[in-house]
């Protein structure tokens, strides 16, 4: 079992940049995949980002934020970061962690990840 801290929102100006770090529990964080995705008001829950556990630390990105944010992953510091730049007002959401042990596709579907983190609000205002 993995349990799943978001910190770094907050609000900022279109244009800004915010990193979002998630801080994992347990002993084996590097063999899961890891993923950010948001809800905005009134949205369902959308993938944002996902880096893979395998050698090499394959990404995958939605179409909406490539290119202005970056997934990262500090296995020693069982921590997963979301760079991200060139913040717009659409980006407005929470931003929720997910994660799920030994998957080799980077799925978009909320449904394939366990473990969810309790969300971090990013604001940006125009």
């Known amino acids: 079992q993995v349990q799943l801290v978001e910190s770094g929102g907050g609000l900022v100006q279109a244009g800004g940049s915010l990193r979002l770090s998630c801080a994992a529990s347990?002993?084996?964080?590097?063999?899961?995949?890891m993923a950010w995705f948001r809800q905005g008001p009134g949205k369902e829950r959308e993938f944002v980002a996902a880096?893979?556990?395998?050698?090499?630390?394959?990404?995958r990105y939605a179409d909406s934020v490539k290119g202005r944010f970056t997934i990262s992953r500090d296995n020693a510091e069982n921590t997963v970061y979301l760079q991200m730049n060139s913040l717009e007002p659409e980006d407005t959401a929470v931003y929720y962690c997910?994660?799920?042990?030994?998957?080799?596709?980077?799925?978009?579907?909320?449904?394939?990840?366990?473990?969810w983190g309790q969300g971090t609000q990013v604001t940006v205002s125009s």
């Open positions: 997910a994660a799920a042990y030994h998957i080799i596709e980077m799925h978009t579907t909320p449904g394939i990840y366990p473990h």
């Open positions: 347990g002993r084996t964080f590097s063999q899961y995949t």
């Open positions: 880096i893979s556990w395998r050698g090499g630390g394959n990404t």
